[in-house]
């Protein structure tokens, strides 16, 4: 069994819980990340929901997401599934990965379509401050973004929808 992660999920060692077997850099074509899920959990509270990211399908076939791949025993899914269904708030979907290697495999991720979803065209500063101002069971928004951040850049991703977005946090940090 394979999971992707592209947020969190690639750096907060989850995975050890449920031995992993591998982990790998992958590619999810024709998907991009969004900030668009409010956190009202882990990364915020109803009162001051956190911003986390997101995956949508991309118009552009040539478009992938860089993210994490872990493999498990398929004797793990279950409880995989019922972990992180909670933690994510939605369902998993089946998604074509692109190992390093370029084998294709099948895998789980989470891509969510619910009522925590931001209003679309929410500007960039007003999702900055979303994110200073909040935290969860799991930490601030605003280590997420920079864990999420850190991560990507050790995988080699430079993502334009974390980039810009940190740098409008970090500049209404400095106010």
Known sequence: MWLFGYGSL???GWEDAYGCRTRTPADLDGHARVFNKKSLERWGTHDRPGLTLNLVRHGTP???CR????EFD?????????????????AATEVSLRLPDTTEVSALTYIYDGPRLI???LPLAER???????AGIAGSSY???????????????????????WAAVEALAAV
Not at 128 to 134: K, R
């Open 10 to 12: 690639m750096w907060d």
């Open 62 to 64: 040539s478009v992938s």
């Open 67 to 70: 993210g994490v791949a872990f």
């Open 74 to 90: 398929d004797a793990a899914r279950t409880d995989i599934e019922a972990y992180l269904s909670h933690r994510e708030t939605c």
């Open 119 to 121: 209003e679309a065209g």
């Open 128 to 134: 900055a401050a979303m994110i200073l101002a909040a």
């Open 143 to 165: 280590d997420y973004i920079k864990g999420v951040r850190a991560h990507l850049a050790a995988l080699g991703v430079t993502d334009p929808e974390v980039d810009e977005l």
